[in-house]
Nanobody, 117 residues
């Protein structure tokens, strides 16, 4: 079992920035795709960004050019730098680790991000 613990959420004005962090209890970066997902009020959960051990990244259309995902394999941490935040970015952001071979899928507890207009 792996625990994922997110931090860095909070309240920010539109146009501002936040950086989210997700620390894994052990190093699984080489065997998993790490990602951030979000669920806004009354919305379905959606992909924000993912990153592979090789550094390949994927972004949801609504955050391209504004958000950047990165990882630090030594610290077992994946980050989400969020710039030019908009009120529609308001959501609970959750960290995910999905095994490349499909044998595990872990979620963090989520961190709230609120963007005021």
């Amino acid at each position: 079992q792996v625990q994922l613990v997110e931090s860095g959420g909070g309240l920010v004005q539109a146009g501002g920035s936040l950086r989210l962090s997700c620390v894994a209890s052990r190093n699984i970066f080489s065997i998993a795709v790490l990602g951030w997902y979000r669920q806004g009020p009354g919305k379905q959960r959606e992909l924000v960004a993912t990153i592979t051990s090789g550094g390949s990244t994927k972004y949801g259309d609504s955050v391209k050019g504004r958000f950047t995902i990165s990882s630090d394999n030594v610290k077992n941490t994946v980050y989400l730098q969020m710039n030019s935040l908009k009120p529609e970015d308001t959501a609970v952001y959750s960290c995910n680790a999905a095994a490349i071979l499909g044998h595990f899928n872990y979620w963090g507890q989520g961190t709230q991000v609120t963007v005021s207009s």
